[in-house]
């Protein structure tokens, strides 16, 4: 039986387009389907459909809309079409990376968040750039890397004071247990700024008696209450005895809390001890 070749006309009267098909003929159409006249099938995509056109201007549109629709995976999906003929455009990624961590998309937030402040930096921005950043760590506080950045950046532009309570900042968002390396490694790097920092001292100290690391501990303590006086150094001592409980710790703890004034005179040693403990 012969077969025919499948034509589609649109409903402009454009010329026809062939189509890519596997020919049905008569015999392998349902009986139910043939209604009286002979049905062929078109099976297959078009070898010359046409693509719809791509509008920047009216995808941005439809996008700023769904997004202020709340649609937001349908913005996302707007904008990544612009990011596919555009990637490094970092106006596009600064929009769309809060859409994406709304998502739950955590990692292509960042790293849409990233691209943005990097553009801004190139482009001799640094104030966005960090401002881009500051966004990254409120719509990501978990991000590592994003606080890390903001503190490097203010760290260059000279405010270190700034950069050490960031970093104090996001050492608040590790505070389970399973996050205790991470709250860890930022309380470090609040001592690479302010290396004797009572409250990341304290903090420091007392994480890493949770991770058997007693010995570093003690040793940063010592540290801090030779630098410490008054209300600070009793609160050192306290944190002392409370990591390591001890008839000397227990002495110093309270010479620290009954010497009010430099006229106070009190043994550094327990009556009837020795210095070593």
Known sequence: MASL???????????????NV????????????RRGKTRYWVVGMGLFARRPTYDRT?????????????????????YRRVLAAE??????HEKVAPLLAQTGECFDAWVSFRTAARAHAS????????????AATQHLPRELAAWEATADLQREKGRRGEAARTL?????????????????????RVRQIEPWHIESVLDLAR???????????LRLLEGLASRSSGPELRR?????FRLSPGFRRAWRWLRAALQRDSGTLIPSSPPGRGVRA
């Not at 596997?22 to 389907?33: A, F, G, K």
């Not at 009216?58 to 707007?78: E, G, T």
């Open 207 to 217: 994480l890493l008696a949770r991770t058997r690391q007693r010995e570093e501990a």
């Open 123 to 134: 482009a001799g921005r640094p104030d966005l750039a960090l401002a881009v950043f500051r």
């Open 22 to 33: 596997r020919l049905v003929t008569r015999n392998r159409i349902p009986r139910s389907d």
């Open 5 to 19: 070749a499948a034509v589609r006309e649109d409903a402009a009267g454009s010329p026809p387009v062939v189509a």
């Open 58 to 78: 009216r995808v941005l549109a439809a996008a700023y809309q769904a997004a202020a629709r709340r649609r937001y995976s349908r913005a996302v999906s707007l």
């Open 87 to 92: 990637p490094d455009n970092g106006e596009i």
């Open 168 to 188: 104090l900042e996001a050492r608040g968002h590790f505070r389970r247990r399973v996050l205790q390396p991470q709250a860890i490694y930022l309380l470090r």
């Open 236 to 240: 050192v001592r306290a944190a002392e």
